[in-house]
Each structure stands twice: as C-alpha cells, then as structure tokens.
C-alpha cells in the first residue's frame, strides 16, 4: 500500500464531474474548472508517489492479471498525464471566455469523459481495456468537434468519427488475434508471451495501421485537417494536442514492450512515414491561406519527428526516445498555445485568413505573444522544449551517420520557420479590409500565452523531466515489461 | 418535417469506375487472403483465460462466467462502456438532436399490439436481469429488451411528460455509470482495491447494479432512438 | 474444432467486405453500414476462436468482450446516424464532398 490512489482518482474524478455536470447543467464551468484544478493536483501527487516508490500498478477487484485488469504508472504515462492536465487547465479556463452559457453547458461533461478517457489510456495496462479508452475518447473527440453544428465541423466531425472507427476496429482486430493466439490481454504478459510468429506480426499490422490512421501518420492523416480546423478553437487545441499523442502513446507502448523486442525492421517504415509526413505536412501548411488549416497541417508534419525516433532508437536506445517524448510534450503545449491564439484571432477579426490579419501585434499583443512564441517551439529554436527535443534527434541521426533523416529534419525546420514567419509578418502590417474589432476576453489571451510560455519553459527543464521519465524504465533497449 | 435520407443508388454523384473498383479491391482481398491463412495457424485447442474463470467463479457471486468476467474480473472496462453509452447520448443531444417527430394517435394494429406486448417486454427484461446470475442474461440483455418496449412506446406516439423530461430523466440516464463509479469508489476506501467485492456480498452487489444499468442502457438507447431532445417545458 | 475456424473465416470475410465498401461507397448510410459489417466481423472471430477450448464451454472472455464491443458500436453508429441526418440537413445530400477546394 503506497497511500493515495492518485491514479484511480485521476480516471473517477472527471467522470463523477462530467456526470453531475450532465445532472445540472448549471454548475458546469465552476465545477469543470474545479475538476480541471483538481486533476492537476492529482497528477502531481501521481508524480511525488513515482519518485517515492517506483512505478504504480492498481490490480482492479484484487484479482491481477491476466483475469483482472491492471492498471500501470511510469514515468513515461506520469508525464502524458501531466501535459493532459496542464492543456486542459488551459483550455477550461479559455472555454470560460469564448463558449456562450448554452454552448458552455454542452461542452463541459463532453469534455470532462474526454480528460477520463485520457487519463484511463496513459494509465492501462490491457489492450482491450486499452480498446474502451480509445473509443470513449474517439466519441468525445468527434461530439466536441462538431458542437458548433457548423457545415465544416459537421463534415469534418463524420469524416473524423469514419476514420477514428475504423481504426478502432482494426485495432479490436489485433486485440483479437493477440488474445486468441497468446492467452492474455495483458501488456506485460504479453510482452513475455510473444515471439515472433505470423500471428503476431498480424496483428502489429492491423494494430499498427489502426493506431496511425488515429494518429493521422501520412499517408492516414487526410481526415485531420478538416476536423482540427473545422473544429472551435479549445477544440482544436485539444485535438491537436491531446488526442492524437493519445493514439501515438498506445503505439509507442506496444512497440517498446512487445513488437519491438521482435526485431522485425518495421521501424524502418515508421521513419519513412515520419520523413515524408514531416515534408508533406511542413509544404502544404505553407500553401494554406487559413491560419486553423495551416496549423492542423503543421500538426501534420509534428507528428511526422515523432515517427522518426523509431529507426533512432534502434541503435541510440534511450536518448532517442527521450527526444521524441520531449517533442511530444512541447507540441502538445504549443500547439494548443497556437489554436487558442488562432481562435482569439478569428474572434477578434471575424475571418481567419492570413493575409488580411490586421495589425494583430499593435491591438492584440498578448495574442501575438503566445502565438510567437509557441511559434519558437515549433520551430526548434533556442530556448523552448522544440529546441530539446529536435537537437537530441538530430544529435542521433548525425551521430549514426543517418545523413537523409538529418536532412529532412533541416528542411523541415526551414520550412517550419517560413510557415511561422508568413503569419507573424501579416500580424504586423496592416490589411487591406479593415473591420470593426470584437473585444477579446482577457481569461482567452492569458491561456493561450501561458501555455505559449509553458513550452518554452520546457527548454530549461529538461534534466528533471528525463530522469521523470526513466522511472519504470519504459525505454531501456529490451522493454522491460510493465 | 422529416428528413428523409434516401439510399439511391449513386447514379447522381461519381460512381466508383470498374478500374478504381479493382484497384481497391486487390489489396482488400490481399489482405483478407493473409487474414485468413493467420485464421488458419491457430492451434486447435487454446483455453485461453476459461481455466482461470472457472477456477474463480465460487468467488465471484454469480455462476455465469461470462456474467462473471462482466461485472466481476474485467468490471472496469463495464464501466467505462456505460459512460461511453451515455457519451453517445450526450454527443446527440450536444449536436441539438433531430427533429423531433410529431406525436401521432397509432393505428389499430398498433395500438393493440403495443398494449400486449409492453407489459410482456417489461417482464422478459425483469427475468433476463435476474436470471443473467447462473444463465445467459444480464444487464445488457435485459436494457436491450427494456429500450425495445421503450421503442415500441415512441413508435405509437406516447412522449414523456415535460416535468420528467429534465433531471428525473437525466437522473435514470446517470444511474447506470453513476452506480458503479460510486461502487467502485466505496469498494476502493473499504476493501483497499477498485471494485472488489466484499466476498460475501458480492452477488447482490453486481445485482444491484445490474439493475442500474439495465435502467440506464434502456432508457439511453430509447432516446437515441428519438433522436431529439425531449421537451423540458411547456411551448407556450 | 472445424466450426470455430469456419466462423473465423467468415468473420475475416466480413471485415474485408466491409472495408472494401467502407472505400468504395460515397454514400454516408452505406460507410455506415460498412462500419458495422466490419464490427461484426470482428466480434465473429472473437467468438469463433473461443470455441478451441477442448471442453464443452466455450472461453468466457471474449463472449464478454463482444458485449463490451457490440455496445460500443452502438453507441458510435446512432451518433455516426445523427451527424449523418445533420449533415444532410444542412447540406441537401448525404455525402462527404470535396470541401478542401470550396473552403479554399
């Protein structure tokens, strides 16, 4: 006994705050904002127990696995939850400011079952328990993005709701023939249980090819720009950086416990995708004359840098790894930074093109702020915890001699650069149409900049947070089992 | 006005050509071909998890064993899928539900069958929640059966009065998740581990919120049926 | 032990007739459907395979799972059926159209 359930009290929590949000309708902002802080409170209490005691594992009704469901913390699940808890403090108190009471009123329990399904993924240890998570927060996900009824959100919400199905069931399709083929559906069992058979290469395909169409993985990302565009501003930022980390987590689980032990070349195929999603995301978010399009595509190459520690890692082991967290952790706080200055903008001008931003830097400073700074993050540049996480995978990719991976990772970030630069420069200068400015909340611009400056704030933490993230020992080069 | 969505046949828009259909196609069948070799590599005898379950059903409060992985062994993930139940719900409603369709007096056939048969539908729903203990049933089956009467009660024009249409019915539709997030918090602080059951117990623990979930699952899945959400007031 | 693996190849056809579809359809009501066809040919081979016990009952689990998972896929195709009708409303026709050029 190693006192407080915080873990359970992360899953639970929400829950009962999104159902009595459900009950009375009323109480929805205080007592979703109050859950929010309460969230936050837990994690770090998660975080205190891991560095008391090691990993935390619950066995559900006492009966352990395999019969039982277990659920499991490390560092790695202690530092998703983290990010979770800080974007969605975030967005809680954005939401105050740009939802109206009606609209407010549906988006609080929608969201609260979204942060439990969140925080019930980072802390599974079963794939089918795994399964539930994934479309509890799938059917969120798409609920939120279409709240506006708008004909964009609706089409981009069934497009999303077709695709992330689809995934699931693919995925449902790899529980299936990992269960029938090694009698668990525990993780860490069937991290011993595994070998290299035609089953089990079955379903890491059906998996595999479920988890990246959910975490839109070129060439499976054609639904993700629709949706994270289509979608309100707290919305998106969710989506962008809370969702499709979430699908990515699974991935990165099950290949660092179980398939990646197999030795079967696929990480290979994974850095291939993520030099081409990186390239095509990066082109096509400088084409885009809507500023929400063109960041939902730079969400699109992000995710492509994740890909990339797969091939990484296969010989740098753990500094690899600790790379692509790190970009994982400061994506999810900038991009959330940028979609919430996006819809500060958008409420502020009307429109969200580009090119008629009008003097933004002059009558939104705080606006312009966060979005320059995230802007920073993403980029790479110094200090911000882009910059960390990029130079660690580029130190990789140089020091194993991986010319093609470096390259594309600079032109990636020339690309990221002149994307970011194409909107600063249009917030300086003045538009041709200029039109009546609607008063933006003040809780609306200091969320954006706070996560704006939460990401840069990663670049000078990164001793603590690399020595969090080894507890458990997730990345160590066997995968040792949870 | 209803919206009436027609499955034409896609004359109108951009039929898939016979080249797109076969350029598709090979790679499914491909897939389907490795899919069905794998089917095929399975050993032929595998218990799996049986031998565990029924090592552990005595203890677990019901004889059903797959009752007993429900609510008991894998309870958790019971629990999340009704709060996935009522998510679905909550994402209709959000969406500000269909048209809601006009409340009409049903027809003779109707009205008589409906009148047999409600009650009748009630009782097997009744029976299968009792029975889902040591048979096949349970909480499922039974809402399944309840939101079926539920259905049949919508179809001949019947609507729920405006004053039960706010919390009363948020409250039936909460129960299910709300039951077991309470249980699962009680068994945490009392037996030290998240739904465990205390031994003796256990069976009417699991009935109790069987009959949570059957009134949840019924009621839920009659308003998605609906569509729309059910008036709360009075339109004057 | 014939039968299991008869189910299990019918469930592996299922899923691959309604992925094709899935692609091949542009009408809304019919991915849908496809969706479910391929949920079903899921929830077949779960069960087939529990079959392989060498006793008289079958593997409780993964009766269990396909409960969890037919629910589920409940829940998913009556919002997928709503945001469908929603979609037609407001748009006249029950299709996903090529909305990247018009929002251009």
Known sequence: MTGTPWGIILIMLPLAGGMICFLWPR????????????????????????????????????????????????????????????????????????????????????????????????????????????????????????????????????????ATLLGSLAYLFGVALLYHGFGTVDIGMLAERVESYPIAWAAFGLMGAGLMLKTALFPMHFWLPPAHASAPAPVSALLSALVV??????????????????????????????????????LQALRQTRLKLLIAYSTVAQIGYLFLAFPLAMTTGASAWHAM??????????????????????????????????????????????????GVSIMGLPPSGGFIGKWLLLEAALAQGHWGIAAIMLVGGLLAAAYIFKVLGHTFTQADISHEPVAVPASMEWAALLLAMGAVLLGFLASPIFSLLDIGNAFSLNGVSP | MHDRVAIQTDHTRKQA????????????????????????????????????????????????PVTAVLLNFRGYDTLLETVVLLLALLGVWALGGTELRDEVTPGPVLDSLSRLLLPMLILVAAYLLWVGAHAPGGA????????????????????????????????????????????????????????????????????????????????????????GIPRDRDIE | MNSAFLYAL??????????????????????????????????????????????????????????????????????????????????????LSDDQRESQ
């Open chain 2, 140 to 227: 499922f089956q039974a809402g399944s059966v309840l939101a079926a009467a539920g259905v049949l009660l919508l179809l001949t024009g019947w609507r729920l009065h405006v004053n039960l249409a706010a919390l009363p019915l948020r409250m039936i539709l909460v129960a299910g998740p709300g039951a077991f997030v309470l249980m699962a918090v009680l068994t945490l602080l009392i037996e030290g581990h998240l739904l465990q059951y205390p031994a003796e117990h256990a069976g009417l623990l699991i009935l109790i919120l069987e009959t949570a979930a059957t009134f949840s699952i019924g009621f839920t899945l009659t308003g998605l049926f609906l569509g």
């Open chain 1, 245 to 282: 980390k979430a699908s990515f987590y699974i991935l990165l689980r099950l290949w660092l416990t179980i398939f990646g032990p197999l030795n079967e070349g696929i990480e290979l195929l994974f850095g291939l995708l993520g030099m081409m999603a990186i390239l095509w995301g990066s």
């Open chain 1, 27 to 162: 109480v929805s902002t205080v007592l979703g904002l109050l859950t929010s802080l309460a969230v936050a409170v837990s994690v770090a209490g998660l975080g205190w127990q891991l560095q008391e005691y090691g990993v935390y594992r619950h066995a559900i009704g006492g009966w352990g696995a395999p019969l039982g469901i277990d659920l499991y913390a490390d560092g790695l699940s202690l530092l998703m939850l983290a990010v979770t808890a800080l974007v969605g403090l975030g967005v809680g108190i954005y939401s105050t400011g740009y939802f109206s009471c009606e609209d407010s009123q549906r988006f609080w329990p929608i969201w609260l079952f979204l942060l439990a399904a969140l925080n019930a993924l980072f802390l599974a240890a079963d794939i089918f328990n795994l399964y539930v998570t994934l479309e509890l927060m799938g059917l969120a996900a798409v609920a939120l993005t279409s709240l506006t009824g708008s004909k964009d959100a609706l089409r981009g919400a069934m497009r999303y709701l077709l």
């Open chain 3, 10 to 95: 019918v469930g592996v056809g299922l899923f691959s007739l309604g992925l094709y579809a899935l692609i091949i359809h542009t009408h809304l009501l019919r991915k849908i459907l496809a969706i479910n066809v391929m949920g079903s040919g899921v929830f077949l081979v779960l069960i087939a395979l529990a079959k392989r016990t060498g006793l008289a009952v079958p593997d409780p689990v993964p009766h269990a799972m396909v409960i969890t998972g037919i629910v589920v896929a409940v829940s998913a195709t009556a919002l997928a059926l709503v945001l469908m009708l929603k979609l037609v409303a407001a748009t006249g026709h029950a299709e």
């Open chain 1, 325 to 374: 967290a790190y970009l994982a952790l400061s994506h999810a706080l900038a991009k959330a930074a940028m979609f919430l200055a996006a819809g500060n903008l958008l409420r502020f001008g009307g429109h969200d093109r580009i090119a008629d931003l009008d003097r933004v830097v002059q009558r939104l400073p705080l606006t312009a702020g966060a979005f320059a700074l995230a």
């Open chain 2, 17 to 64: 050509t016979p080249l797109l259909r076969i350029l598709i196609a090979l790679p499914v069948l491909a897939v389907a071909a490795g899919l069905a070799y794998i089917m095929l590599s399975f050993s032929p005898v595998a218990p799996g998890l049986s031998g565990q379950v029924t090592d552990q059903l005595a203890h677990s409060g019901v004889s059903n």
